[in-house]
């Protein structure tokens, strides 16, 4: 589900690990930082599953990564929606899910932008996935203490400074 496992370079911050590793191959940090929890759930069966939220550089792209243990659609029939804390929600927000079916990713720069920074303080975050072929998953995650994973998940691939707000 992770794409790393917790070695002695990782540092906890809140509900997050943060993975200061060196990559393997080419001696860079590896900068990422992710937070599990247990209880996700499925409209299609009953059960509990495990879910984990990852901020990364992939390619040298910032990227949020949501992984479940079971299937939560196809990028053609699935709409993803989350709120932090008691902000306004989200719905219908620009992602894809992943060839396998249990990953969403978000990488659009506005998408990304927008919840990396109602992620930022905030203590709790519930996701909820829609699919005509899956039914809809949903999680709450812990996210406290996300400033320094955010800070570490995107030193090597800083997002965007967000646009500025024109005066009227």
Not at 110 to 131: C, M, P, T
Request: proline share 6%.
């Amino acid at each position: 589900m992770l794409t790393g496992c917790v070695t002695q370079s990782a540092v906890r911050s809140g509900s997050w690990v943060i993975d200061q590793s060196p990559d393997r191959i080419t001696g860079a940090p590896v900068g990422g930082a992710y937070t599990m929890a247990w209880g996700a759930t499925n409209s299609a069966n009953p059960s509990l599953y495990m879910a984990s939220l990852q901020l990364t550089c992939f390619e040298n792209r910032p990227i949020a990564k949501i992984a479940f243990q079971i299937k939560i659609g196809s990028d053609r029939n699935t709409s993803f929606g989350y709120r932090f804390d008691d902000k306004p929600g989200h719905d219908a927000v620009e992602s894809r899910v992943l060839l396998g079916s249990k990953v969403l990713v978000i990488e659009d720069t506005a998408a990304l932008r927008q919840f990396v920074d109602e992620l930022g303080g905030s203590a709790k975050l519930f996701v909820r996935i829609r699919s005509l072929n899956a039914g809809t998953t949903a999680v709450e995650l812990h996210v406290d203490g996300s400033g320094p994973a955010i800070e570490a998940a995107y030193a090597a691939c800083p997002l965007p400074p967000a646009p500025a707000r024109q005066s009227a």
